[in-house]
C-alpha cells in the first residue's frame, strides 16, 4: 500500500515532489507525445475467449485502432516497439506479421522487447527515447502477452547450463520461479495473504463497476 500511495501522490499537486504533478508543464518544439491508445479487451488464460488466440490478431486490431484514432498515415510511422516475455525472440516475428496485417508498409521497421514484467513499459520508453533523440519522429509502443499459448517454465533448460552456475548464488537465484520469489518478497515487506486477497477483491470490484458503467468502453478495440 505505501508503494501505492507513493504513486498516486505523483499525480497530485506537491511540492515536494519532481513531477509536474497537478498542473500543465510549458509546452516545447521537443515534446514527446501521446496521440492515440488503443487495447483489447483481457480474457482468462487456458479459458477465456482468446485462449487459442495468436499474438499478431490480438495486434492487428489495436494497431489499426490507433492509426484511425490518431489519423495519422501509417506510412509516416517509423518504428512500432512491441514488449513480450513468452515468445521466442520477443515475439518480434508475430509483431511484424502484425504490422503487415494491419496495413503499415514493409518500410515502417517492427522490434520486439523483453524486459519481463517491464517489457510494454520499456516499450514506451524506448519510442519515447527514440523520438526526443531525433532517431524517428514518430513510432507506435506496446506490449502483447498470451499466458495460454506460453510457458514460463521453458524460459531456461537447466540441463544446458554451465556448473558455475550453480555455483554462484546470485546467479543460481535466476532459475527461482516467479511464485517463489513473490512470496519472499511478501515475507520480506510483511505482506500477509490476507492483506493481498483485500487488494484483488477491490481491484476486481473496480474493473466490474468500469465494465457496468462503460467507462472503459473507449478503451477497449473489440474485434472478432
Same mark, same amino acid.
Given at each position: 500500500?505505501?508503494r +501505492?500511495?507513493?504513486?498516486?501522490?505523483?499525480?497530485?499537486?506537491?511540492?515536494?515532489?519532481?513531477?509536474?504533478s #497537478?498542473?500543465?508543464?510549458?509546452?516545447?518544439?521537443?515534446?514527446?507525445?501521446?496521440?492515440?491508445?488503443?487495447? *483489447?479487451?483481457? *480474457?482468462?488464460?487456458?479459458?477465456?475467449?482468446?485462449?487459442?488466440? &495468436? @499474438?499478431?490478431a !490480438?495486434?492487428?486490431?489495436?494497431? /489499426?485502432?490507433?492509426?484511425?484514432?490518431?489519423?495519422?498515415?501509417?506510412?509516416?510511422? $517509423?518504428?512500432?516497439?512491441?514488449?513480450?516475455?513468452?515468445?521466442?525472440?520477443?515475439?518480434? @516475428?508475430?509483431?511484424? !506479421?502484425? #504490422?503487415?496485417?494491419?496495413?503499415?508498409? /514493409? @518500410?515502417?521497421?517492427?522490434? #520486439?522487447?523483453?524486459?519481463?514484467?517491464?517489457?510494454?513499459?520499456?516499450?514506451?520508453? *524506448?519510442?519515447?527515447?527514440?523520438i526526443?533523440?531525433? $532517431?524517428?519522429?514518430? &513510432?507506435?509502443?506496446g506490449?502483447?502477452?498470451?499466458?495460454?499459448?506460453?510457458?514460463?517454465?521453458?524460459?531456461?533448460?537447466?540441463?544446458?547450463?554451465?556448473?558455475?552456475?550453480?555455483?554462484?548464488?546470485?546467479?543460481?537465484?535466476?532459475? !527461482?520461479?516467479?511464485? +517463489?520469489?513473490?512470496?519472499?518478497?511478501?515475507?520480506?515487506?510483511?505482506?500477509?495473504?490476507?492483506?493481498?486477497?483485500?487488494?484483488?477483491?477491490?481491484s476486481?470490484?473496480?474493473?466490474?463497476?468500469?465494465?457496468?458503467n462503460?467507462?472503459?468502453? *473507449? $478503451? +477497449?478495440?473489440?474485434? /472478432?
Amino acid at each position: 500500500m505505501e508503494r +501505492i500511495n507513493q504513486l498516486n501522490s505523483q499525480f497530485r499537486a506537491n511540492k515536494g515532489s519532481s513531477f509536474n504533478s #497537478g498542473k500543465n508543464a510549458p509546452k516545447r518544439d521537443d515534446d514527446v507525445v501521446i496521440i492515440g491508445l488503443a487495447r *483489447t479487451a483481457m *480474457t482468462r488464460a487456458k479459458k477465456g475467449s482468446q485462449r487459442d488466440t &495468436g @499474438t499478431e490478431a !490480438m495486434l492487428k486490431p489495436v494497431l /489499426e485502432a490507433v492509426a484511425k484514432q490518431s489519423g495519422i498515415d501509417k506510412a509516416l510511422v $517509423e518504428d512500432i516497439c512491441i514488449g513480450n516475455v513468452l515468445q521466442s525472440g520477443a515475439g518480434s @516475428t508475430n509483431a511484424r !506479421m502484425a #504490422g503487415f496485417l494491419a496495413g503499415y508498409p /514493409e @518500410t515502417t521497421c517492427v522490434q #520486439g522487447i523483453n524486459r519481463l514484467c517491464s517489457s510494454g513499459l520499456q516499450a514506451v520508453a *524506448t519510442i519515447a527515447n527514440a523520438i526526443a533523440s531525433g $532517431e524517428i519522429s514518430m &513510432g507506435i509502443a506496446g506490449g502483447v502477452e498470451s499466458m495460454s499459448n506460453g510457458n514460463m517454465m521453458d524460459a531456461v533448460n537447466p540441463n544446458l547450463l554451465s556448473e558455475e552456475v550453480f555455483e554462484n548464488e546470485l546467479a543460481q537465484n535466476c532459475l !527461482m520461479p516467479m511464485g +517463489i520469489t513473490s512470496e519472499n518478497v511478501a515475507a520480506q515487506f510483511g505482506v500477509d495473504r490476507a492483506t493481498q486477497d483485500a487488494l484483488a477483491v477491490s481491484s476486481h470490484q473496480k474493473a466490474a463497476l468500469s465494465l457496468k458503467n462503460g467507462w472503459s468502453k *473507449t $478503451e +477497449i478495440t473489440p474485434y /472478432e
